[in-house]
């Protein structure tokens, strides 16, 4: 008897899952509550595999020997909850495509802020090193896709807390942890430690042969070490003291010490601001422990160019800098925005709030901003959080009215910055639509 798996959710993690569960001889149904977006529903239609949309079989979904749930599902939906009394398996896609990587190795990136940047500099360190390798997970293909596909030697993984929390054996051999600050807290019963718990998973199955990169300064980190032991070899990044085993950045030079220590001078780095400067170290360490050679570790350092959505400079105009940061969708990411702003800026906040503390950006507001625009369908929360703090607080609507108004107020050497500081799903399809729609919305100005 073939293995009845079932796919929960329809997007690039369920249809990269379907397509690898049908590779390997499983009996795969998807199902989505949703609708499907158009390529999707083509491409399961193309390898038969049965689906079904804008609703859930229960019958059928609760006769699975195990479910695959996508990372957009919460435990809390009412399906999934059906599907734990009933004891059935839940998996996640980085889970289902371990089982079938065979001989691969995998870099794992996870951390509540600065990710997409550290996995998408290893990627490029490793593909200037010669590795032939994939760029996958949270950004580009899911990592099962990629297995089905065009499996390769090595797979660089940007992962969510959400795809971590459904893992058993999933292993990376390089396990980056950047940060861990409050975000998604909505997912997590508003509780933080199971969200640090979430985390750490990433480190849970590693071996005494696997490499654990962290952030030392980072104060969550740090105090949880403890709580989640792990077995692989430590790596710790620090600003604030010598490491003389992972990266330090003493002086203005980063020291990467591992077998083929080298340093560099951070005045080099592509990536400018001090946040960045550890997700730097974080690339350079990673790509130091899989035997990249250290000038082709400067080299991509150097030339790395910044990621669209991210502190992306869209234009200046009549001598206002327009920034696209859409892809800060907590208040962390948007208080290292804050903190590389040079100029007075004019912030673009709000979306969908995620139990979101407002308070930590108060003084950077204080100090750098000279106004808010609210672009969401509710902003109370941050009129309550920022009223008496900066001079003028005003509503808009969409991108287009967000960016009039933000050019209206700004004056000459200003900078208007987008850095919402939420989700985005009360007004757009995800981040990417709504930086896209802002950048459409300065070009028509």
Request: aromatic share 4%.
């Given at each position: 008897?073939?293995?009845?798996?079932?796919?929960?959710?329809?997007?690039?993690?369920?249809?990269?899952?379907?397509?690898?569960c049908k590779q390997q001889g499983y009996d795969v149904f998807v199902s989505d509550g949703g609708k499907l977006q158009a390529h999707y529903e083509k491409e399961l239609i193309d390898n038969q595999i049965e689906f079904e949309q804008g609703q859930h079989h229960y019958e059928r979904i609760l006769a699975a020997d195990e479910v695959m749930k996508s990372p957009g599902i919460p435990h809390q939906s009412p399906i999934v909850q059906q599907i734990i009394q009933k004891g059935i398996p839940i998996i996640s896609e980085i889970e289902l495509a371990y089982r079938y990587k065979g001989d691969s190795k995998i870099i794992g990136i996870t951390g509540s802020n600065g990710k997409t940047t550290t996995t998408s500099l290893i990627?490029?360190?490793?593909?200037?090193?010669?590795?032939?390798?994939?760029?996958?997970?949270n950004i580009g293909n899911s990592i099962a896709r990629q297995i089905a596909l065009d499996p390769k030697p090595l797979y660089v993984v940007?992962?969510?807390?959400?795809?971590?929390?459904?893992?058993?054996?999933?292993?990376?051999?390089?396990?980056?942890?950047?940060?861990?600050t409050e975000d998604h807290l909505d997912r997590y019963d508003y509780d933080f430690n199971k969200y640090i718990k979430a985390k750490f998973n990433i480190t849970k199955n590693q071996t005494a042969l696997d490499f654990f990169i962290y952030n030392a300064d980072d104060p969550v980190t740090i105090q949880n070490l403890n709580n989640y032991p792990f077995h692989s070899k430590p790596l710790p990044i620090s600003m604030q003291r010598e490491m003389p085993k992972g990266a330090h950045i003493r002086e203005g030079k980063m020291m990467v010490a591992n077998a083929d220590s080298f340093s560099m001078s951070i005045f080099d780095f592509a990536l400018k601001g001090k946040h960045n400067q550890y997700n730097t170290?974080?690339?350079?360490?990673?790509?130091?422990?899989i035997g990249i050679r250290k000038e082709k570790i400067r080299d991509a350092v150097a030339s790395f160019e910044s990621l669209e959505h991210r502190m992306e400079k869209v234009a200046t105009v009549r001598g206002i800098e327009f920034i696209n940061d859409s892809k800060a969708t907590n208040v962390n990411s948007t208080w290292f925005a804050l903190e590389s702003m040079e100029k007075p800026v004019t912030l673009i906040l709000g979306g969908v709030d995620k139990g979101n503390d407002y308070e930590m950006i108060k003084e950077m507001v204080a100090e750098k901003v000279k106004a808010i625009?609210?672009?969401?369908?509710?902003?109370?929360?941050?009129?309550?959080?920022?009223?008496?703090?900066?001079?003028?607080?005003?509503?808009?609507?969409?991108?287009?009215?967000?960016?009039?108004?933000?050019?209206?107020?700004?004056?000459?050497?200003d900078v208007v910055l987008l850095s919402p500081a939420c989700a985005s799903f009360d007004l757009f399809k995800n981040y990417e639509d709504r930086g896209q729609q802002f950048k459409n919305a300065v070009k028509e100005l």
């Open positions: 008897m073939r293995k009845k798996i079932i796919i929960l959710g329809a997007g690039e993690s369920g249809v990269g899952a379907a397509l690898l990627y490029q360190i490793c593909i200037k090193g010669g590795m032939d390798c994939a760029l996958v997970g940007e992962i969510s807390s959400f795809q971590l929390d459904d893992i058993n054996a999933f292993r990376p051999d390089v396990a980056v942890l950047t940060n861990i170290m974080a690339a350079a360490v990673a790509g130091s422990v625009i609210c672009m969401g369908v509710d902003n109370s929360k941050i009129h309550t959080a920022f009223e008496g703090v900066v001079e003028k607080i005003i509503d808009t609507a969409s991108a287009d009215e967000a960016v009039q108004r933000a050019y209206e107020v700004s004056t000459k050497g």
